[in-house]
């Protein structure tokens, strides 16, 4: 976990509820667990990591993007034990990647142009619509993701390409989100992640 989990790298903590979702520092590094502290978590927050609550992680490890499940030892205030995971396959090291989008999006003006969503991460996604997007616009954009939490920003097309099929032309359109709240960006990278693993795992026939 030495090697996954260190000091001065950039580290969130969801619990169940996902509004009291937060950042942390490491305190300490065990054999069998690490110590953080949760610095901005409201009195009100902390009410969600009690003892024996499950718990998800993620950052910036020392390969890159970490995630894995685990749950809370003890917790003294803002200072949280935290088990290390038994099975460390649990625990995913890559880049944010583009995965399948399970859920349905509204498009300021644009909802009757959109053919289908092709894929989304935690900084963008991927549209082919029936004619193109302005390039010099901002689009208010909602979110739905299959586990129930709603994300509202702006989506900003960044590339726009022209494509043919069967005699029918259509626009692919990379997007970035602007003025994403914090919660929705931890919402958009658990999702990522959880649909990383979920598809592995298939593949992997577990």
């Known amino acids: 976990m030495r090697e996954i989990i260190k000091k ?21 590094i065990n054999e069998n667990d690490f110590e953080i502290v949760l610095t901005k ?17 993620f950052g910036s490890g020392t390969d890159g993007l970490i995630f894995f499940e685990t ?25 944010y990647s583009r995965v399948k989008f399970m859920g349905n999006i509204d498009l300021e003006g644009e909802n009757d142009n959109i053919i289908s969503i092709e894929d989304i991460s935690a900084g963008g996604m991927k549209l082919i619509t029936k004619k193109p997007l302005d390039a010099t616009k901002d689009y208010k954009i909602t979110i739905n993701l299959i586990n129930n939490l709603t994300i509202h920003c702006l989506l900003h097309p960044i590339r ?22 914090s ?9 990522s992640f959880k649909t990383l693993m979920e598809t592995e795992n298939k593949e992997n026939g577990r």
């Open 8 to 28: 001065g790298h950039d580290y969130r903590i969801i619990p169940e509820n996902f509004e009291s979702a937060t950042i942390f520092e490491v305190k300490n």
């Open 41 to 57: 978590a409201t009195p009100e927050e902390l009410k969600d990591y009690q003892t024996d609550a499950n718990v998800e992680i």
């Open 71 to 95: 749950k809370i030892k003890h917790q003294n205030g803002q200072i949280l034990t935290i088990s290390i995971p038994q099975n460390y396959n649990n625990i995913q090291r890559r880049e």
């Open 160 to 181: 726009i390409e022209e494509q043919e099929k069967q005699g029918e032309t259509f626009y692919a359109i990379s997007g970035c989100y602007k003025e994403i709240a």
């Open 183 to 191: 919660i929705d960006k931890i919402a958009l990278v658990q999702y």
